[in-house]
């Protein structure tokens, strides 16, 4: 007979100890660095390769991390904002002094001279995510005063942040954010840059740029190649920032030469997003003046994110702005999903992407969901953001979902669905980066890939588990 008491201690006793395994590697992936007399609690997304901190990476650990450790999520965030420069600009990397594991390296980018404190940092963003985390961070944590003093120092360097992106990234005040490089994006080697990248003549990229990447990529050391981005990929994302370090990270120059611009959705859904978090913050612990800014860029995005719905496709699409064009990319990836997210999907539009996502044939796969529809010719189930699923963006289309569970009871069952079939995914292969989507039939088939240990992929757990009680 089923002994539902029996049953449901071993349940819990398991996720105790997947939630004790995710906070031993959010232990030991944090370290303490000093730059320049001064010292920094920092954690990094894995202890090979990726050994600095990334900005979204860290905001998203202090989402997971504050239901265990209030004090390591104030830390994450607040050692990011150390990393910022004099323009408001906040870099996608804070590296760590004397690491040599991760190319490229810091003096590449050559930016000292915008930081502070001798800190070295990229010259590009990442999803900005960080008003987001912020925000979340304050409402779960319970000490007041270390909250009040936390968001007292955080509150001027997001709203700097958000001002440098408005005015740099939309300067044609349209709603939406250009990115510049991949890897603003968050989905390096998505096949939706293909058709941007493939512009980049590889004849006219410099022999120095492919010989040092050549002789300093560290990726494909540690990590099967096959999973991760081509060779080509990397010549062009060396040669986008040896561009930009000629233009003196001007980026009103930048905007205007660079050969890869894109109003992306997932990072403009996440800065619709975030907007609303920081105008939340300001309400609560400034004024409504303050606010208020922020509210209206919100409102701006979620109308221009509607506006990227292509009826022809069935999909929100990414738009390619590279030097006046203005061209939908109607690639299947699951950034369709990602206006969600952002409260901007209408009724009808509703209906599509619930059954998109729904549709085993493209995203609900064994596990779900993949980072490109399965059934796309540009489909692989192995490499990196062409295929395989990763728990990040699985979090936000599951958060994106439940803000119209009240719209549509199929988002809500779907999110529920979504945050249990993570949490399997997790739990039956450990906490790596990204995972094979796929079924294959075998039981013994490693389905995690890129790198283990992975620390966004434990403060996901923690957050999918904190969710499902
Ligand atoms: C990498 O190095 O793979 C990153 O995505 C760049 O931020």
Redesign the pocket.
Known sequence: MFNYDKENSIMIKKQLELVNEAKEILESNTTTVSVNGKHYDRIIPSRDF?VHQ?LWDSAGIAMGRVHIDEEAAFNDLLSLIAGQWHNGLMP??IYNPGETR?YPPADLWQTARFTRDGIKT?GIT?PPLLAIAAAYVCDQATDEQKKRDFINTLLPCMMAYHDHLKRYRDPEDCGLLTIVHP?ESGT?DSPGWDSILNRIDLNKIPTEIKANVDQNRK?TKYDNAEER?TRNDYYRYIYLIELFKDLEWDYTKILHETPFAVKSILFNSIWERANEALAALLQTYRNQEEAHKYQQWAEQTQKALTNTWSEEHNQYCDIDVTQGRHQAIAVPTNAMFMPLYAGAVPDHQLNILLNRLSNDDEFFTEYPVPSTAINCRFFDKDRYWRGPTWPITNYFIIEGLKRYKARHQDADQLANLLIQKTVQMIKENGFWEYFDPLEDGSEDCEKGMGFSSFSWTAAILIQLLHMMK
């Open positions: 990726y990334w996608h990397i991760y990229s990442d890897w390096d990726d981005p």
